[in-house]
Nanobody, 128 residues
Framework: QVQLVESGGGLVQPGGSLRLSCAAS????????IGWFRQAPGKEREGVSC????????YYADSVKGRFTISRDNAKNTVYLQMNSLKPEDTAVYYC?????????????????????WGQGSQVTVSS
């Protein structure tokens, strides 16, 4: 059974850090691109970052560039999102998503429709 499970969310003060994990089971991530999305209350789900499997290319939304870092550990079948300098506007449910790497690139990594597999989400709250 194909499954993605996010973990690492929680409550953090502005300026703090969190690391989200996306663990895959039922398939190997070696040939899959992984995207991170977030959805705040009353807003559409937006693409945050993506990492390919072929050459390790990474993509970031302008709103998180320089603060968030995506990485992968294929041996652990896990992708991470390191989030630093967090702001209240980063508050959202964060989702990881996966699809075959050849389908995902710089021009579509932020589209939810590009991904076939999704996790259940992890809440991140940035508040003092």
């Amino acid at each position: 059974q194909v499954q993605l499970v996010e973990s690492g969310g929680g409550l953090v003060q502005p300026g703090g850090s969190l690391r989200l994990s996306c663990a895959a089971s039922g398939f190997t991530l070696d040939y899959y691109a992984i995207g991170w999305f977030r959805q705040a209350p009353g807003k559409e789900r937006e693409g945050v970052s993506c990492i390919s499997s072929s050459d390790g290319s990474t993509y970031y939304a302008d709103s998180v560039k320089g603060r968030f870092t995506i990485s992968r550990d294929n041996a652990k079948n896990t992708v991470y999102l390191q989030m630093n300098s967090l702001k209240p506007e980063d508050t959202a449910v964060y989702y990881c998503a996966a699809d075959l790497s050849w389908k995902i690139g710089y021009n579509n990594y932020y589209y939810t429709e590009a991904y076939g597999y999704w996790g259940q989400g992890s809440q991140v709250t940035v508040s003092s």
